[in-house]
């Protein structure tokens, strides 16, 4: 299954791309409120779904756009499950802080967007064991050897 990422300034324009994209087949969209320029409206963004979400706000660090406290960006996500998103992206150091919750799964990721790390079979059954639904590894590959490592 192919998911579609939207990140946008306003909700509006963030939950128009969102309806039309499922009016176009979409089967799963990613809503990245790191994106949102003002307080996350989570009722707003996942108050009417067109198709399953998965609800994604990242640091800085991890390739986002959220310059707020940690402690905000960990309510939120949070309260995304409380919202009853279908998923919520969860960084590997933060999954074991946020509980499982409602029906909502969890998606555990790990970003290296300088390499691909010789430790990352150690690393996958790491957050294989965080009580996570799906395991997301976002890596940069330098060689094309780094491709089958990955495989």
């Not at 009417?48 to 660090?61: A, D, K, M, S």
Request: charged share 30%; proline share 3%.
């Amino acid at each position: 299954m192919i998911c579609v990422t939207i990140g946008r300034g306003r909700h509006r324009q963030m939950i128009a791309e969102y309806k039309h994209l499922a009016e176009m087949g979409a089967k799963l969209v990613e809503l990245r409120a790191d994106w949102i320029l003002r307080p996350v409206n989570l009722k707003r963004l996942l108050g009417e779904r067109h198709c399953p979400v998965i609800f994604t706000c990242r640091r800085e660090r991890d390739g986002g756009k959220w310059t707020k406290s940690e402690h905000e960006r960990l309510v939120l996500l949070r309260s995304a499950i409380v919202e009853g998103a279908d998923y919520v992206d969860l960084e590997d150091d933060i999954a074991g802080q946020i509980p499982r919750y409602g029906h909502t799964q969890r998606i555990v990721s790990y970003h290296n967007f300088r390499e691909v790390p010789e430790n990352l079979e150690e690393i996958y059954e790491t957050m294989c064991a965080q009580d996570a639904d799906l395991v997301k590894i976002a890596v940069t590959a330098l060689h094309a050897t780094d491709n089958l490592r990955v495989l």
